[in-house]
């Protein structure tokens, strides 16, 4: 049975599973059939462990996981990596959707690891703190699973024995605009700068600041790969041209 836990709001969400970064990136190149993401005994079949408890138990992990996600999401997503993205690229997408579904990774990530810049460190003693002040029931657990999915996602580095590295991204832009499309806009549509911005999706993919994002936009304007970046009536607003399944075609079609 799935652990839980309650957060200091007294809300009862799912404790963090292993994050299994690798295993779960390798699967997706090998699921011929998007309700594979979904079934644990057939990820069962898919991965390489020897042992067949380890397969049986980490299948489970990698399908609750795909299951917590919005089944259209959950397609789109298929539908991404089917047309063989850069690993980069669909990396970088896949830790969005990683942090959508793992709610205490990504509350701690928003509260302790994006304010801080690339390359700043941050103690484990902090972190110990932080878990053990915003969700008290089994924080040693919760701190070990923590900082192996902070470390398996990309997002810290160890240095030393005391001290982690915030990571910095590069080369966001196309996974900005597929997750705008994938999460906000699957077809056409103008999306003001403020909803945008109340949205974690851009904070989880790695950009620091705001004004990043605009440029971003700014950009995907001038290349074509959204129709507009404008001021109308005192709103910042962006408008999309493409449908999911034309923004991937054009994507893959760049040089």
Known sequence: MELEMASKNTQEIPFPQ??????TLDLLGEVKDVNIFTNAKAIENLLHFNSQE??????RA???RFRRLDP??????YQLVNVEFPADTIE???????????????????????????????SRNEIRSYIQTTFPQQSKMLYEM???CFGQAGYLSPQGKQDLIVVGFANLEDALIIATHLLMAREPR???????????????????KFDHVRVAFRNAEAKGTIMRYAVVDHLEQITTRYTWQELLAKLKGQP
């Not at 292993?18 to 295993?23: D, N, S, V, Y």
């Not at 259209?72 to 997503?77: E, I, K, N, R, S």
């Not at 103008?190 to 620091?208: Q, S």
Request: proline share 5%; with cysteine.
């Open 18 to 23: 292993k994050p299994l970064w690798k295993e």
């Open 54 to 59: 380890s397969r049986a138990r980490y299948s």
């Open 62 to 64: 990698i399908a609750t």
């Open 72 to 77: 259209q999401v959950l397609l789109d997503f």
């Open 92 to 122: 970088q997408i896949w830790r969005i959707l990683f942090c959508k579904v793992e709610a205490i990774f990504s509350q701690m990530y928003l509260d302790l690891i994006w304010p801080r810049e690339p390359g700043h460190s941050i």
């Open 146 to 148: 923590l900082t192996l």
């Open 190 to 208: 103008t999306i003001k700068m403020t909803e945008i911005e109340a949205n974690p999706y851009w904070k989880y993919l790695g950009y620091k």
